[in-house]
């Protein structure tokens, strides 16, 4: 079955601390992966994606993911966390065709402490 | 940029209204999507349309329905909204026969009261 797991379900940084988000996924065709976030009473805005080539990818507000084929993996990272990084974030995965819709995980939420 | 819009922030109706909830987009996307949001549960795919007129039943369609007359507007549905349909709802765009990244509108809060 096609599905994504985000295994933390909350997470807590200081201020300045680097942060890693997991994301694990099960899809059958190549992937195409994806990282939103949610800031709070806000829709889903794109951090970052992969399609191919380079697994290393960089998005916007600094965040990286990299990508995993042996891990089925594709976790988010920023070096030094700001305030308002404070957000939930969602994996996701999809492929072309199939109407491109998209598998999303259940989201990781970020608190940031000052 | 691309925009998605959606026609309220928020909404508060009484059990067993009928309420519509309207999505427009700007860059000729031919993908629309709608989806619940619920703590704990991340998104949840509701119904989706591929070109004006069609439309394909998500995870969760019960309840709902949606109709989509022009290639920008998507609309969803509730013919009786009820206390169980409170939830954030997300409408999503994208484009066909490329990257399937979706784009998303800022979201309505509803509560059926």
């Known amino acids: 079955a096609q599905s994504v797991t985000q295994p933390d379900i909350h997470i807590t940084v200081s201020e300045g601390a680097s942060l890693e988000l997991r994301c694990n996924y099960s899809y059958g065709a190549t992937p195409y992966l994806f990282w939103y976030v949610q800031s709070p009473g806000q829709g889903l805005q794109l951090l970052l994606k992969y399609f191919s080539g380079d697994t290393l990818v960089q998005g916007i507000k600094g965040f990286e993911a990299e990508f995993k084929r042996s891990q089925s993996s594709f976790n988010l990272r920023k070096p030094s966390v700001h305030w308002s990084d404070a957000a939930e974030y969602f994996c996701a995965v999809g492929a072309l065709g199939g109407y491109n819709k998209l598998i999303f995980g259940a989201g990781t939420r970020l608190a940031v402490h000052p | 940029d691309v925009k998605v819009t959606q026609s309220s922030r928020y909404l508060v109706k009484r059990t067993g209204e009928k309420v519509f909830l309207e999505c427009v987009q700007d860059m000729d996307h031919e993908n629309m999507f709608w989806y619940r949001q619920d703590p704990g549960l991340g998104l949840r795919l509701i119904y989706f349309?591929?070109?004006?007129?069609?439309?394909e039943k998500g995870d969760i369609p019960e309840g709902y329905s949606v109709s989509r007359e022009k290639k920008e507007r998507f609309s969803l549905i509730l013919e009786s909204a009820s206390t169980n349909q409170t939830s954030m709802y997300l409408c999503?765009?994208?484009?066909?026969?490329?990257?399937?990244?979706?784009?998303f509108g800022p979201g309505t809060r509803l509560t059926v009261t």
């Open positions: 349309s591929y070109d004006v007129k069609m439309k």
């Open positions: 999503a765009s994208s484009f066909s026969g490329r990257a399937p990244e979706q784009y």
